[in-house]
């Protein structure tokens, strides 16, 4: 069978359904179409009656043959449904019988369809394109059940009429009454009963309804079965009141005889629909300006937009201010100030003005107590008493006011003003409850202004403590760079916060030996800052001893028992401990549970990981020794960086969560740097790692380097630190001209080299870092074919000015317009031949050449 074929079937059954409200009648030309477009032999419909809610039983409402009842396959087919499963409108169920198939089909909830096949089946798309005809066919005996029950009784109805809330009337076609409930004078009781007898349906409607009832009565006249609007309505005493007036034709068969009609009292639900109304808009309104006092944390921003939004939006205002209470020191109110602009104000104006509010009058200071107990305060200007507030709203043109308090901090903070200028408006109760939720958001506002201005004090003295202590951090921690006779250190100490709780240090214990280390308080932040700076203070004071021990595995013994039984508690820290001797290029490196260093070769780029042994981290066990066995012993070269850091260097991560680890970091080191000496390794490593995405940290970065002062091939070279300090820079200056001359070169190229060098420095000292006098800067000569002067600083970081294009009048118009910061610039253009200044993550290194003499 087709879609097609299915499509005709449903159709034809479809067509009686619903079509008559006489069940019998309904249910007689269904079930033969049923039984005919299916070619069944007999069916029935069985509705469910419930006796109540545990049982029920199947009444025959309707059947072909009508003697179906005497089959015995469809008696024992009752039985068996009687344990059907009702809940489930649309199953269909077959069952196989001797003689046929009976096929039993839920109709909505109501009931079953039974239909009896003799021959053959019923194609299952069939069955299921029969369900919602079933379901509507289960509808239309609920209809028909129910207008059963409604003509039972013509007194049940006035009876019933009799006692519904509400007017219910009868007419005729020409809109004559005919009947009127008893109970119309009891519930409309406006009405006078002695006195009010209605005619006609336009007795109960003033002249001004008298078209919108015709349109009602015209509609049912035109088919509409029912038809409702509202109207106001009048009793005998031509008092108004709004009805919801519902009509629908009174038919006999097929003629039109009549109107009934109900009239129900909805002045309530009109005044609750109008409040609710209101409630929305003015809803809105509060909303819209609440919006806008959060969206700027300044109040004196979002006040002033706020409150003109509001006067937008909201209904019964045309204008609205806020007054500030300013208190003396006894908590007296001692003058009211208005702290947004009128209409009428300008700049000026605002600042000069001095109403009625400023100064508070006997009247203002009357209000202000019905203020001070949380209350409001709403007035009609001609319903005062003659005096200034009345004069000063009057000269205002303003006709009613409501005045809201707003309080903050549990105190009497100032009001707002709402004025209506066109009515003598009252604001309702409905209206007043809802202007309190938006001063209590203003008292919000005001409350977060507050909160947010101590927290910014609070913020500040915890900002300039951590100053202070990052400063007392730094002082403990050695500069970022460290030159001597023997040995180049650099370190780079970025810390996560303000302050870390890593530590190093290197420290020179004889004319050849160093003792380098790097340290990793656990935790983060000011807890593991504080104990780094404890730990620090013990541990120089071990390695600054006279009797400092040769073996770093004795020294970290000494080092964890006496951190453990002092200061750790719940903190621990790991260590990396090396004792470098530069006589016999050796060092000793102990790692209690530290990553390990690693050598890089400034010449070939390559590095080589130390971290064949190892112990556990400093605090883990009170009384745990540490042995020669786990202790790693190498030789190093002249070329070799021995390289220090904490896992914060290389635990970092890019956009798509990938750690670096220590596998790429050394990879990066060898692809990406080159450098011959090790001042700014650790700053440039910071630079390449977050040139290859690894930017998001959330740990302190530690990067320490030393090596040997170099040697170069092709030249001589000279490595020192300076102070930031003029008197330093002048005598670098003479050191710089004897290194120059001592080398072969000419007293001129030794002048030059010094003034050029010191120019540069004293830069640097005056404008680049002029508060911090104890910052070291490196300077390094280099003399050969060319001198270079190569200056590593911390300074600010700052862009030369250009060259000057014309020289010949130069030193007589000498930085003339030229950056304080880099003032003598152009002497030092003129006197070399190529000058480079770049920014590695916090250090300058600025490259001077000279052409040399050579």
Known sequence: MNNQNIDQICYKILLPIGESLDLKKMLGRSLALYIGELECSMGAVLLVDRTDSSTFALSNAFSIPRNIEAQPSFKALRNRLLHHDFSDDIITHEIDEEEGIYYVMSISDIGLLVLFKSNGRIDTPLLGALRPINHKLGTACKACL????????????????????????????????????????????????????????????????????????????????????????KNSRDQTFMVNLTLSPIRNGSAFTGFRGIAIDITQRVKLEKDLQLRDHLSNAITLATQELIKSPDFSISLPKSLNLFVQEATGIDRINYFKNIYDTDGTIVKVVRQTKGEDDDDESFRESEDTFKLPSVETTLILDILKRNELFQVITSRMEKGPLRAHLEEKRIKAILVLPVFAKHRFWGFLVLSNCVTEYVWSSVECDLLKLYAISISDSIERKLAADELSTVYTGIMEDLKIAQSIQTYMLPSWLQVDDRILFSANYTPWSTIGGDLFDCVRISDTRYILYVADISGHGIQAALTMTAVKSIINMFIRSEQVPESPAEILTQINATLSKRLFNDNYMTMNYCLVDFETMTLKNFNAGHPPLFLYNLSTKKTKLLDSAGSIPIGWVEDFVYEEKDMIETHFSNDDAICLLTDGVFECFNDKGEELGQKKLLNLLTKSIDVDDCLMLPHLCY???????????????????????????????????????????????LDVESFITSQGGSDELGFKTRLVATEFLNNIVEHGLPKNDSEKIALEIRYGKQVNVIIRDSAVEWDPPEKEPQMDHFFDELNENTDDRGRGLQIIYAMTSFFSRRRIHKINETILTLDSDQ
């Not at 020409?174 to 009127?180: E, F, G, I, L, P």
């Open 146 to 233: 129910q207008n059963t029950e409604l003509k039972k009784s013509s007194k049940q109805f006035m009876d019933m009429a009799n006692m519904l809330p509400g007017l219910i009337i009868e007419l005729d076609t020409s809109y004559q009454v005919t009947y009127v409930n008893k109970r119309t004078q009891e519930i409309f009781k406006q009405i006078d009963s002695d006195e009010f007898r209605p005619k006609s349906i336009f007795d109960f409607f003033p002249e001004s309804s008298k078209n919108n009832v015709l349109e009602l009565l015209h509609n049912c006249e035109m088919g509409e079965t029912m038809t409702s609007g509202d109207f106001w309505m």
């Open 687 to 733: 630079d390449v790692i977050d040139q290859n995405g690894y930017t998001n940290r959330n740990d302190d970065f530690s990067f320490i380097a030393l090596q040997s002062v170099p040697s170069r091939n092709m030249c001589s070279c000279f490595y020192k630190e300076i102070y930031s300090q003029l008197a330093e820079v002048d005598q670098i200056g």
